[in-house]
């Protein structure tokens, strides 16, 4: 494999920069958004009207995770045309899954007689959730949103094929030209990202997360 | 048959031994249990014997040879000597059928004598193997997994039996049960059993010698009637409880208090109130309470050969507990 | 179109309204035929030597503790390069270059991530007791292996398999872009002409495929696991 080092370095810090800004848009963004909708979504399915829909919603999060990650990208481009919106919208859609999954396992995994006990104590429906449920369930709700994080950031470099930006130009750009200094500076941008949200997420994770349920 | 001496185990990362210079011997045939709290380290001591825990100190001999003997391969070891675990520990992905013929398969016993030691197997610890042999652990009670544990234990009728709480997981009723069935088998087995419990009663009801245990050491060990008639300390006391005459009562045979006479008096006569020589003292005290007498027959089967009184089991507790009191 | 009777009455407007990916697979069977054979040749290769290479590593790590964490970190890190980067680096690699080796390298690299994982969680999920009983019993490790760990990991090794198979189906598609002709092809041109119907074509026919192979790994794993573990299955 050819490295020029120097062209390396320009890869990084010349031609990375505008586009890393654009790949983090491309990663929270969605992300947000999709947290806004899942948690909620998830939550509502879990309470005691809507609980009869949990095992067909789930089926459908699980087949959702079949449709290849490129399809995503793609299908909403030939109705929203080229552009940012396209992979915004698939990119919150891809981000959902996760989410929604976890926060129904966590919620589903709160033992009963925490539950129980809590209901014996006089808590109101609301007060078990937020007080009781929702904590209990919260790590679990952060590793569905770290896998979100991961899928997301990576995925995202799809979003230069249908006109989105992101690091992806820069990585389409190095297998166009044979460059692996390129493939490789752009992939160390998005695997940067990653990390530092994940680690992001540990800490908010930490100070949500109830103290006696630390490891 | 089964010989420790001085044997010490520490665990790596710990400084208190689990176990503590612990000398004694099993006898061939002999049920020798093992009593004490929780934590004092009965099951460790039978993991030593069958080596899934390598001593620390001390040697353990088998027949007279060292287990720890170059020549001897743990794995065969094992497949010689029956072992019922505190957890029980069905393979769950395996048929009833298919955990009971586990060792026999390992020692490779042709499959037509298998089949039918299986069934011989299940019946013996009171289950109907056309009922459950095909299924699997989770389709069982608590109890019946403990009797499938010890069938798997007895499948290749090792000489000895290492039994880790075998009858842990059941009620009182059901383990009295257990209990019954278990000493009749003995009785044609003549196995040499190591039986750990923390249950003082089903220490004296089973062993022919007692071990007891605490935090490592051995405290005292003899038969039940020595060590009832004669806890060595405070502990011992404690463990075996207040009722402890009560327990001698169970263990004296009625015979060996009886009044010898021929006549049977009019009182035992008119309110039938009869025991067998064999049946122990506490039976005779029962029956008195039951019937309203204090006076009770004896027979040998068919034939009266004399009464207990109040008076006469007044007088065993006081010769038997009293000297050290 | 005539196929349906011209373009009249409601059901022909439907059909062309969201149904056009249909005729357009009919359009192009031939390639159609082509792009799948090459899209499963690529993941059932890609699969055997990721059963092959992974489930040793996993159950080597399940073993030798140490390693692990090694093997974990690791396998999150390929998991987060995405897979066109790692397409690319190995089409830069010279020996390999474009085509079906860096293709099969890649993907087999992203497999190692669920499947370790899984194998090692199976492995380490067996209660103590259950080994210490076989143990007890004279099993040498081996046997211990063969005939409780793996047996009653089954279920958690079979999961990370059929994640894994349907996750390299759906990433198979990003190596059209290193010259793979398979059904990610369709996807890869679709965006270039702005053609939905080939776009969604593209989709459906490799979701179809990843829920197909799914369902028969589904079918195999229920006959291969011991009905003794299927009540502790459903609990979860
Ligand atoms: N593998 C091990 N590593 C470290 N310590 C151990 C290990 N196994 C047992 N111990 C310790 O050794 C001591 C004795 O344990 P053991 O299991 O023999 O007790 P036990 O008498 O069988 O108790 P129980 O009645 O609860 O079964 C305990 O303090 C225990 O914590
Ligand atoms: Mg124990």
Redesign the interface.
């Known amino acids: 494999m050819e490295f020029e080092m120097e062209r390396f370095i320009s890869a990084l810090f010349d031609r990375s920069p505008p586009h890393a800004v654009e790949h983090l848009q491309l990663v929270l963004i969605p992300l947000t958004t999709a947290f806004i909708i899942a948690f909620p979504t998830a939550v509502l399915l879990t309470r005691r009207r809507f609980i009869k829909y949990t095992d067909r919603v789930m089926t459908f999060f699980n087949m959702g995770q079949t449709i290849p990650p490129l399809a995503v990208i793609a299908i909403f481009f030939p109705f929203l045309g080229l552009g940012r919106t396209p992979a915004l919208f698939a990119l919150t859609i891809y981000a959902l899954l996760p989410i929604a999954r976890n926060t129904l396992a966590g919620l589903k995994g709160v033992p009963q007689d925490v539950k129980e006990a809590a209901r014996g104590m006089g808590m109101s429906e609301w007060e078990m959730l937020f007080k009781v449920e929702i904590p209990l369930s919260m790590p679990v709700v952060m590793a569905g949103v770290k896998i979100s994080v991961v899928l997301t950031s990576g995925t995202a470099a799809l979003g230069a094929l249908v006109g989105g930006g992101g690091m992806g130009a820069v990585i389409f750009a190095g297998i166009d030209f044979f460059r692996a200094e390129l493939i490789i500076a752009g992939t160390l941008i998005i695997g940067v990202i990653a990390i530092v949200l994940d680690r992001l997420l540990t800490v908010i994770d930490n100070i949500l997360t109830p103290p006696h349920m630390k490891t | 048959m089964i010989k420790l001496d001085k044997v010490d185990k520490v665990f790596p990362g710990t400084t208190v031994p689990a176990v503590d210079q612990v000398s004694f011997q099993v006898d061939e045939g002999n049920i020798c249990v093992f009593v004490g709290p929780s934590g004092c380290g009965k099951t460790t001591i039978l993991r030593m014997i069958?080596r899934?825990v390598e001593p620390t100190g001390g040697d353990i001999y088998i027949k007279g040879q060292k287990v720890s003997d170059k020549g001897v391969n743990?794995?065969?070891?094992?497949?010689?000597i029956g072992?019922v675990?505190?957890?029980?520990?069905?393979?769950?992905?395996?048929?009833i059928e298919q955990n009971v013929a586990?060792?026999p398969r390992?020692l490779k016993w042709p499959e037509d004598k298998i089949k039918p030691r299986v069934k011989h197997l299940l019946e013996m610890v009171g289950l109907e193997p056309d009922e459950v042999a095909q299924k699997?652990?989770?389709q069982l009670s608590g109890g019946m997994m403990q009797r499938v544990g010890v069938a798997?234990a007895l499948a290749a009728d090792p000489p000895i039996m290492l039994m880790d709480e075998p009858f842990g997981a059941v009620d009182p009723i059901v383990r009295g049960r257990l209990q019954d069935e278990f000493l009749r088998l003995q009785k044609e087995m003549k196995k040499t059993i190591c039986f750990v419990t923390h249950d003082i009663n089903e220490a004296i009801k089973m062993g022919d010698h007692i071990v007891i245990m605490n935090k490592g050491r051995l405290v005292q060990h003899g038969t039940p009637m020595e060590i009832l008639s004669n806890p060595a300390d405070e502990f011992v006391k404690d463990l075996i409880g207040s009722d402890r005459e009560i327990k001698l009562l169970e263990l004296t045979r009625s015979e060996e208090i009886v009044e010898h006479t021929d006549e049977i008096p009019e009182v035992v006569n008119k309110k039938d109130c009869f025991i067998q020589a064999i049946d122990p003292v506490q039976r005779a005290l029962e029956t008195m309470m039951k019937k309203d007498s204090d006076l009770v027959g004896v027979r040998d089967g068919e034939s009266f050969i004399g009464t207990i009184s109040w008076e006469d089991i007044k007088k065993h507790i006081n010769r038997i507990s009293g000297d050290q009191a | 179109m005539e196929l349906f009777g011209g373009s009249t009455g409601w059901f022909a407007g439907f059909y062309d309204e969201y149904l056009g990916f249909v005729s357009f697979i009919i359009r192009r069977w031939d390639q159609v035929i082509e792009y799948t054979f090459n899209h499963f040749s690529l993941v059932l290769t890609v699969m055997f030597f990721s059963l092959v290479l992974w489930i040793s590593v996993g159950l080597l790590i399940s073993r030798y503790e140490k390693l692990a964490n090694t093997a974990f970190g690791i396998g999150n890190i390929l998991f987060v390069i995405p897979s066109i980067s790692l397409f690319g680096i190995f089409i830069t690699i010279p020996m390999l270059g474009l085509g079906r080796t860096s293709a099969a390298l890649a993907l087999i690299l992203y497999a190692m991530m669920p499947m370790v994982r899984n194998v090692y969680r199976g492995i380490k999920s067996v209660e103590w007791p259950i080994i210490e009983a076989g143990r007890g019993m004279g099993m040498s490790p081996l046997q211990i292996l063969f005939q409780i760990q793996i047996p009653m990991a089954w279920p958690v090794i079979f999961a990370g398999i059929r994640v894994t198979v349907v996750m390299i189906t759906g990433i198979a598609t990003v190596a059209t872009y290193i010259g793979e002709r398979n059904l990610g092809r369709f996807i890869h041109h679709g965006i270039a002409r702005e053609s939905a119907d080939m776009i969604i074509a593209g989709a459906v026919l490799v979701s179809i495929i990843a829920v197909l192979l799914d369902f028969i790994l589904g079918k195999i794993e229920f006959k291969i696991t011991s009905p003794g573990l299927r009540r502790e299955q459903d609990q979860n």
């Open positions: 069958n899934l743990p794995d065969y070891l094992r497949r010689e072992y675990i505190q957890q029980i520990g069905l393979m769950p992905h395996r048929t586990l060792v390992l699997y652990p989770h798997r």
